[in-house]
C-alpha cells in the first residue's frame, strides 16, 4: 500500500506535464505507463507558441528549442504542381517570444519532460497500469498491475486523493467515470512515415527544410521537416476501398504496409524513400468526452479529446489541459480549509474551461480536414482555387497573418465566462479570461516575471496607493512596469491592476482606489489562498 496527492495514468506529454505542475507547486504525485518507455511511433510534432510560453514558466522552453526545428515556410502544391511558398516566419511577430511552431518528435519531446522529473526525484513508473480504481469519501483507492522483467504480474495497491486519466484514446479512466466519447470515425486511413535523406535528396524540395502541403485529387499529404531538413514526417492518407484485396475493412484498426502504400506516396510526393525509420497505418478520429470529470477522478489530453491532425491541436491542447488542471488540484490539496462548495466550483472550472475549449478546436480541425479531403463541388473549390490562388494572397496581410497565428497557436484560448474571471464592463479587446498579452520593449518584456506558478499582480504605469504594501502582506508578487504606448497597442491599460492566475490568463482587472478591496472579495469570494 503506498499513498499520494494525485495518481496519473499516463506518462505523456499530457500527464508528464500534469506531474512537473503539480510537483513545482509541492503536490505529491504518482506517475504510471504501461510502455516500456517514451513512444516511438508518435503523431505529434508541432508545439505551438503557447505551450512553449507556458513552458517558459518551468524554464523549459529554451530545452526544447535547442532539440526542435522551428518552420519557417510552408509550400503548396496542386496535382503535382508548386504554386506558392508562404513564409511562416513573421506570422506570429510581435504576438509572442515564440513566433513560430516547433517541429519536436513526440519521443523526443517525452524524453526532456521525462528528464526534467526525474531531475526533480520523481520517476515514471513503467510497465504499470490501471485495473480499477474504488472511490471513497476523502479518497480513491486504484488497484494497479506491473510486469517485471520476467513478465511476472505484481498486484499494487495505491490510495490517492485524486486520479487524472491521461492515458490516450482508450483510457480506463474516462471508462470508470462513465463517459460517453462522442464524435466519428474519418473514412480516409491515415499512414505516417519517419523518412531520412539519402544521397541524392538534397535536390528534392522535399527536404528543403520546410512544410509542403500536397493534394492530388482527394488525397492529402504533409511533409514536415526536422532538424533542418535531414529527415521529415510524412502524413497522408488514403482510401481503404482500394486496398480491400489486401485489409479487412471490417476491422476498427485495418493496417497496410510501407510496401502498400509506397507507390500512392511516390505519386503525391514525388518522393523515392531510400532510408526509412518508422511506418504505421491507423485510423484517425474527432471525439470529445461528454464530461471531464466525476467525483475525485478527472481526464486530460486524448482521454478527453481526439482530433484530425490538421494544425497539429491535439497535444498541445492536452498540455494545456495539464496546466489548467494542476494549479486548481494544488489549490484544493494545499488549502484544506476550503469549503466543499468552493472546492466543487474550481474543479468543476477544468471541465467549463478547457471542454468548451476543446469543443472549438474539434469544430475547426475536423471542418478544415473535411474541406481538404472530401468530394464535391467546395472541397474541390477549396483544392484548386483557394489553396493555390487564395492562400497567397490573403497571407500578405498583417491582420490576416497574425488571425491565424493565433488560432494555430492556440493563444485565442480563452476562459472569459468562468467563475474564475471577474466580469467587468466598458473593457477592450483584453478582459478577464483572456491570456496576458506578451508586451515586448526595447530590453525587455512583460513575461520575464512569469517563472513562478503562482497568483501574481502587473501594472502598466503607476500601482494604486497602498497596494504595494497589501502585496507584501500577502505575499503575493507584483510587477510594475513603466507606461509605454505599445502597451495601449497590445491592449492593456495605464494603471489598470492586472491579476493573473497562475497559469498566466487574467483573472480580473481592476483600477481604482477600492483595488486592494478589491482583490481581498476576488480570493474571499471564491476561498482562494494567495
Known amino acids: 500500500m503506498s499513498q499520494t496527492d494525485v495518481l496519473i495514468i499516463g506518462a505523456g506529454p499530457t500527464g508528464l506535464t500534469l506531474a512537473l505542475w503539480l510537483h513545482k507547486q509541492g503536490v505529491a504525485v504518482r506517475i504510471i505507463d504501461y510502455a516500456e518507455g517514451p513512444s516511438k511511433n508518435s503523431r505529434a510534432v508541432a508545439v505551438h507558441a503557447r505551450v512553449l510560453e507556458l513552458y517558459q514558466q518551468i524554464d523549459l522552453a529554451d530545452e526544447l528549442d535547442a532539440f526542435g526545428y522551428p518552420l519557417r515556410a510552408s509550400n503548396i502544391w496542386i496535382d503535382g504542381k508548386h504554386y506558392s511558398t508562404v513564409p511562416l516566419s513573421d506570422f506570429g511577430k510581435k504576438l509572442t517570444p515564440y513566433p513560430y511552431m516547433l517541429m519536436l518528435s513526440q519521443e523526443d519531446h517525452e524524453k526532456i519532460l521525462e528528464n526534467r522529473l526525474q531531475s526533480l526525484g520523481v520517476y515514471v513508473e513503467r510497465c504499470t497500469k490501471l485495473k480499477h480504481y474504488v472511490e471513497h469519501v476523502s479518497k480513491i483507492t486504484a488497484t494497479l498491475v506491473r510486469e517485471t522483467d520476467r513478465r511476472e504480474v505484481i498486484k499494487v495497491i495505491c490510495d490517492a486523493s485524486w486520479i487524472v486519466g491521461c492515458d490516450g484514446a482508450r483510457s480506463i479512466v474516462r471508462h470508470e467515470i462513465g463517459a460517453d ?41 504533409v511533409i514536415l521537416p526536422f532538424s533542418n531538413g535531414k529527415r521529415i514526417r510524412l502524413i497522408g492518407t488514403t482510401t481503404p476501398e482500394d486496398y480491400k484485396e489486401k485489409i479487412d475493412l471490417s476491422t476498427p484498426n485495418p ?64 498540455i494545456m489541459d495539464a496546466v489548467n488542471l494542476a494549479w486548481k488540484l494544488a489549490a484544493v490539496i494545499k488549502n484544506p480549509g476550503m469549503s466543499e462548495i468552493s472546492q466543487e466550483k474550481l474543479l468543476d472550472s477544468y471541465e467549463i474551461e478547457r471542454r468548451t475549449f476543446a469543443i472549438n478546436v474539434i469544430g475547426a480541425t475536423d471542418q478544415g480536414f473535411t474541406l481538404l479531403t472530401s468530394k464535391g463541388f467546395w472541397p474541390y473549390l477549396v483544392r484548386q482555387w483557394l489553396l493555390p490562388y487564395g492562400v497567397p494572397i490573403v497571407t500578405k496581410l498583417e491582420y490576416i497573418k497574425h488571425q491565424i497565428f493565433r488560432r494555430g497557436s492556440q493563444l485565442v484560448c480563452t476562459y472569459r465566462g468562468s467563475h474564475l474571471s471577474e466580469a467587468v464592463s466598458g473593457w477592450g479587446a483584453v478582459q478577464p479570461g483572456d491570456r496576458l498579452p506578451w508586451a515586448k520593449l526595447d530590453s525587455s518584456d512583460n513575461f520575464s516575471s512569469l517563472h513562478h506558478i503562482a497568483w501574481q499582480l502587473h501594472v502598466y504605469g503607476y500601482p494604486p496607493t497602498a497596494l504595494e504594501k497589501w502585496c507584501i502582506v500577502n505575499d503575493v508578487l507584483l510587477t510594475v512596469i513603466d507606461w509605454d504606448p505599445h502597451h495601449g497597442k497590445v491592449g492593456l491599460r495605464k494603471n489598470a491592476v492586472y491579476l493573473l492566475r497562475p497559469d498566466q490568463y487574467i483573472a480580473g482587472i481592476f483600477e481604482g482606489r477600492s483595488v486592494n478591496s478589491m482583490l481581498d472579495d476576488y480570493f474571499s469570494s471564491r476561498e482562494l489562498t494567495y
Open 255 to 318: 493496417q497496410l504496409t510501407f510496401e502498400d502504400v509506397e507507390p500512392e506516396i511516390r505519386a503525391v510526393t514525388g518522393i523515392e524513400i531510400k532510408k526509412l525509420h518508422t511506418f504505421a497505418t491507423y485510423r484517425c478520429h474527432h471525439r470529445i468526452a461528454d464530461k471531464f470529470r466525476k467525483g475525485r477522478a478527472f481526464i486530460a489530453g486524448d482521454a478527453a479529446h481526439i482530433h484530425s491532425p490538421v494544425g497539429g491541436q491535439g497535444m498541445n491542447t492536452g
Open 181 to 221: 466519447f462522442e464524435g466519428e470515425t474519418y473514412v480516409p486511413l491515415f499512414y505516417i512515415a519517419d523518412i531520412e535523406a539519402g544521397p541524392g535528396d538534397c535536390c528534392n524540395p522535399g527536404f528543403n527544410g520546410e512544410a509542403h502541403i500536397r493534394m492530388l485529387g482527394d488525397k492529402y499529404n
